[in-house]
């Protein structure tokens, strides 16, 4: 079964001259999409200007995996922990109830653009935890690459969550198939350029659920970037409910 959010369908969020679309959008309530996609509690774009401070976030239990798609993204939180995350990378953040985080463009002339999958937390009184790694594109070109999953295996991010998430940039006409093992299910988005799923024509900003198949098959027409989820069909509820 494939589950079809378009790029326009996403909740746009403008202050302070920042941007901020959300694949999934607790509001709508009669949208089966509102609370997420089993364990993917929300998915957003960001683009944040020179020198922009993002407000600080409430503190919440949460995984949070931030990919800089462009730019550069400096970091600090209530601990006193502090850092910049750099174009091509991915950091993995796991933040307690007792954090506050804030976020600030580390460029005064350019731009940042982001990528972000918070995971439901797996259990209750998670400690604030911060790990970040590149992986060039050179790694990521043609091959869905890992950057995290349960345990980091092979180099990758380590998730506490039962999730996997890979990254890969085709060439125009390259295919790409991501088996599903029983019981799983994949969330992609697409972060540039064009490619087809069965008989959809997928482009920037659209996201697709995929459920009940035994794979993920998709065909780039133009170069094309994509981030994929791969987790259990029934997401774990949130501690305490």
Same mark, same amino acid.
């Given at each position: +079964?494939?589950?079809? #959010?378009?790029?326009? *369908?996403?909740?746009?969020?403008? #202050?302070?001259?920042?941007?901020?679309?959300?694949?999934?959008?607790?509001?709508?309530?009669?949208?089966?999409?509102?609370?997420?996609?089993?364990?993917?509690? %929300?998915?957003?774009?960001?683009?944040?200007?020179?020198? @922009?401070?993002?407000?600080?976030?409430?503190?919440?239990?949460?995984?949070? $995996?931030?990919?800089?798609?462009?730019?550069?993204?400096?970091?600090?939180?209530?601990?006193?922990?502090?850092?910049?995350?750099?174009?091509? *990378?991915?950091?993995? +953040?796991?933040?307690?109830?007792?954090? #506050?985080?804030?976020?600030?463009?580390?460029? =005064?002339?350019?731009?940042?653009?982001?990528? #972000?999958?918070?995971? =439901?937390?797996? *259990?209750?009184?998670?400690?604030?935890?911060?790990?970040?790694?590149?992986?060039?594109?050179?790694? =990521?070109?043609?091959?869905?690459? $890992?950057?995290?999953?349960?345990?980091?295996?092979?180099?990758?991010?380590?998730?506490?969550?039962?999730?996997?998430?890979?990254?890969?940039?085709?060439?125009?006409?390259?295919?790409?198939?991501?088996?599903?093992?029983?019981?799983?299910?994949?969330?992609?988005?697409?972060?540039?350029?064009?490619?087809?799923?069965?008989?959809? $024509?997928?482009?920037?900003?659209? @996201?697709?659920? $995929?459920? +009940?198949?035994?794979?993920?098959?998709?065909?780039?027409?133009?170069?094309?970037?994509?981030?994929?989820?791969?987790?259990?069909?029934?997401?774990?509820?949130?501690?305490? %409910?």
């Amino acid at each position: +079964m494939i589950t079809l #959010r378009r790029a326009g *369908e996403r909740l746009h969020d403008q #202050r302070r001259k920042q941007e901020t679309w959300h694949t999934f959008c607790p509001g709508e309530r009669t949208n089966p999409l509102a609370v997420g996609f089993g364990a993917v509690e %929300n998915l957003s774009e960001n683009r944040l200007p020179p020198g @922009g401070v993002s407000a600080t976030h409430p503190p919440q239990e949460t995984e949070i $995996v931030t990919y800089i798609y462009k730019g550069a993204l400096a970091q600090e939180d209530s601990t006193g922990s502090s850092g910049v995350v750099h174009a091509g *990378e991915f950091q993995c +953040m796991t933040t307690g109830r007792a954090i #506050r985080h804030k976020e600030t463009n580390a460029s =005064r002339t350019d731009w940042a653009h982001i990528f #972000r999958i918070s995971l =439901r937390a797996s *259990e209750a009184g998670l400690e604030c935890v911060h790990e970040q790694k590149r992986f060039a594109a050179a790694r =990521r070109h043609n091959v869905l690459c $890992v950057v995290a999953s349960p345990g980091g295996n092979n180099g990758s991010l380590r998730l506490l969550q039962d999730a996997t998430i890979c990254s890969t940039i085709l060439d125009p006409g390259r295919h790409v198939v991501h088996e599903l093992m029983p019981g799983r299910c994949a969330w992609l988005h697409v972060i540039c350029g064009e490619a087809t799923l069965q008989d959809l $024509v997928l482009t920037q900003g659209d @996201g697709v659920g $995929v459920t +009940m198949e035994r794979s993920v098959s998709l065909t780039a027409q133009e170069e094309t970037e994509i981030l994929l989820v791969d987790l259990c069909e029934q997401g774990p509820r949130p501690p305490g %409910n």
